[in-house]
């Protein structure tokens, strides 16, 4: 008899596994919102200049997922997910505006089997032991921790992950160059959502310069941790 092949893992578990080896080399992943779709590119462009591989754009204004379509589209070699996925529907609509990733603010199953079940990796926020074992209970091993100055920060998170070891954190709230590392150090922390990147007057203004200063910062500060 010819051994039975190995089953194939999940095709999301495959691209959440490349994706997140790309975010944990960066350790970082900027916020992008805008209220213009067309200062996205711009913005989007001098952190990928400044060297950073990932962006979230948050889909929290009418002109988000214009906005993520235009970044798509004019740098291929960025992968950009959309924020603050709060349905099915938008999901749906983000990953067909380009979206390779999904975050989302908090855990709904529903959004999560959807993504599951179309192999795009989504990253919920999750706060409490209780939310952090629903979701190893869908099948994830990659969670928000979200908002994470607001639950107790560094402190809250170390408890948190110590009986929960095989999960790995993306820590999104509060943070800022200066409390970022604290974050970081943590052996289970994957990478730190920021929005210190990104600059509300930057983005509008399209200083690109400052922006793409302020990626390079960043991105010294995260090599130097750990």
């Known amino acids: ?17 490349a994706l997140e080896a790309v975010l944990a080399s960066a350790k970082l992943v900027p916020i992008v919102g805008v209220g213009r779709a067309e200062d996205a590119v711009p913005a989007c462009a001098a952190l990928h200049d400044g060297g950073i591989p990932a962006v979230e754009i948050v889909l929290r204004t009418p002109a988000a997922e214009h ?6 589209n004019a740098l291929p070699t960025l992968l950009v997910g959309a924020g603050t996925v709060l349905s099915v529907e938008q999901a749906e609509r983000a990953v067909a ?4 990733f999904l975050v989302a603010p908090g855990l709904n199953p529903a959004v999560v089997k959807w993504s599951l079940s179309k192999g795009v990796p989504i990253f919920p926020g999750v706060a ?4 952090v074992e629903a979701a190893m209970g869908l099948g994830l091993r990659t969670l928000k921790f979200f908002p994470a100055e607001n639950n107790g920060g560094v ?3 170390k408890a948190l992950s110590a009986p929960y070891h095989q999960i790995r954190w993306m820590p999104t709230g509060g943070i800022k160059l200066t409390n970022a590392p604290s974050y970081l150090a943590l052996a289970r922390v994957m990478c730190v ?3 210190w990147l990104t600059p509300e007057d930057a983005v509008q203004s399209r200083d690109s310069a400052r922006i793409r200063q302020l990626a390079v910062e960043a991105l010294a500060m995260a ?3 750990r």
């Open 128 to 131: 409490t032991a209780s939310e």
């Open 1 to 17: 008899l010819e051994p039975t092949p190995e089953p194939k893992p999940p095709r999301a578990l495959v691209e959440a596994a």
């Open 155 to 157: 402190g809250m998170l």
């Open 223 to 225: 090599a130097a941790v």
């Open 97 to 100: 505006a380009g979206a390779k």
């Open 67 to 72: 906005a993520l379509s235009l970044v798509a």
């Open 193 to 195: 959502g920021c929005s």
